[in-house]
């Protein structure tokens, strides 16, 4: 598919599933631009990141009430 941005210099592209792999090219006062994604690789990286920043964000809010336990626990003695 070929586009052309607007004059703010936007364009939208809404890819369908499956894609697979997208070739951008942008020309412009004799210079080239080149951008290769892979949309079914990006989706499963998505897929395995969700669970694996869930499970961070549990850690981090774990290991700061255990800080705060063994503060509060030393201010007491």
Do not use: C, N
């Not at 070739?23 to 994604?37: I, M, N, Q």
């Amino acid at each position: 598919e070929k586009g052309v941005t607007d004059d703010k210099g936007a364009y939208i592209l809404r890819p369908s599933k499956g894609t697979g792999d997208l070739k951008f090219l942008s020309y412009s006062a004799g210079h080239k631009a080149e951008l290769e994604l892979d949309l079914e690789q990006k989706e499963a990286e998505e897929q395995v990141s969700r669970p694996l920043r869930a499970a961070a964000g549990l850690g981090y809010l774990l290991g700061a009430a255990g800080l705060a336990m063994i503060f509060i626990s030393r201010r007491r003695k």
